[in-house]
């Protein structure tokens, strides 16, 4: 389609319906004009030209591939119905009046591929809507932005993938990518991945939140790791069901191979593995509820404001909620009125993790019901009291923790408390050569916070239980310190 048009766009709905199995069509935009069709760097508008109906609807089976358009001001910019193949390459829709995509699959045999430099923005309704079908984001250029619903909205038996590096879903009014699997049609996991160490994924500014997981018919697994979330509103992940499951850097996940990139360890806005700057008012942070489970493996989770920074809800599920959290680093958020909750019979285990310098009225731990909170070889540099307990005591396991205080422990139970104050090489917390906590607990194995190995035994640090360390970091025989960050 070339861009010699009087007014600049066409005005028409296209409508392809009926192709033959196997057929492969594509539709070419950007183009100077029908004599000498030279590509420009301007895509070809499309405008819709039948109220109420897509600028493209597209039925049966065939596989299209679409490069140089933008499609704008129909019901919606896509609605593809049936099977095959939609791949999407230098493209945009926006302005339409519903999603900016639509495809509704047939036991998931249709597959939106965003190929590089796709722009889904500024639709009334979501950015892509996927029923039943699938969809992968590869390459770079991509962007889901500023729909008046959720970037990418997941129902059925639909699942994405998204292997991309930069701000590739930011500023919806709903979720980042919302995702409810109430048939009972199993679907692959979801995937979301950063293929650039240096660069993560983002998922920015969306006003719902980052991520929302419901699965209630079929289970489901969200599989997260090099991504950064930052500046949502609402509860930034949220999962829901007892089929739900969500790993961030969890080992359960299968990523392909282009996955295999190593971050380096998180610091700040902007690199892999963060939850940072996001306000979520009245909310937590981060919910389990309804049996669902969160599993979070070596995230930084800094300056953020929320009710709670974790919160599990049982609700009225016969399924505990759980989140674990395993060498991570929880500081500088602001929080009020309970900074790690586990109610209504849910369960909570922090193991490997420093907690430092958070602000808010708040109690560190609080619990009840007869499931656990368990708190294990790690670090709660906190002023505030540490736990409010109600309910079963033998449902709490404290053990090797170095805490400022021991305020609100139930009387009773086999707790091993640290009363201390940490000495710390950097603001990130490492400790330093000395403090209390080093070479504390019983070896481990594994890594800590920073890739490197744990369960080093200083030999002028007196063990107490073992060789590892508590909190977040490892301290390593040999380590140098500049500026906070470690040296070779």
Known sequence: MTNDVDGGAYRESLTLMGQDEGARLEIVGGLSDCVTPEPTSVNTIVQGGVPGQAVLFVSGRTSLQLRGLRLEGGSKGIEWQGYGDLELTDAALGANNGAGIA?????????????????????????????????????????????GGSGILVDSAASVQIGARGKVISDNRGYGIAISHFGANEAPPTLLYSIDAADPLRISGNQQGALLQTAAGSSHRVCARGIAIDGSQGAVIRASGSLATLDINGAQCLFPP???????????????????????SDQALVVAQDGARIDMQRVLIAGNSSAALLSTLRASDDVASVITLQNAVVAGNIVEPRFIEAVDGSAIEIADTTIRNNFGDFVSFAAGGPYSLVVRDSIVDQPQPLMSFSGDPSALRVSRVLARNRDGMPDGGDHDILIGVPAYLDSLGHLAPGSPGIDYAPAGSGVDFDGHPRDVDLPEAPNMHGARDLGAFETQEQALFADGFEAT
């Not at 430099?117 to 079908?133: H, Q």
């Not at 190593?262 to 690199?271: E, H, M, N, S, Y």
């Open 103 to 147: 495809v509704i699959g047939n036991g998931g045999t249709a597959r939106l591929l965003f190929a590089g430099y796709v722009e889904v923005a500024d639709n009334l309704g979501d950015g892509v809507f996927l029923w039943d079908a699938m969809m992968a984001i590869r390459g770079d250029g991509n962007a889901v932005a500023r729909n």
């Open 258 to 280: 282009d996955a295999d990139v190593t971050c380096a360890a998180p610091r700040d806005i902007g690199q892999c593995n963060t939850i940072v700057g996001n306000a979520t």
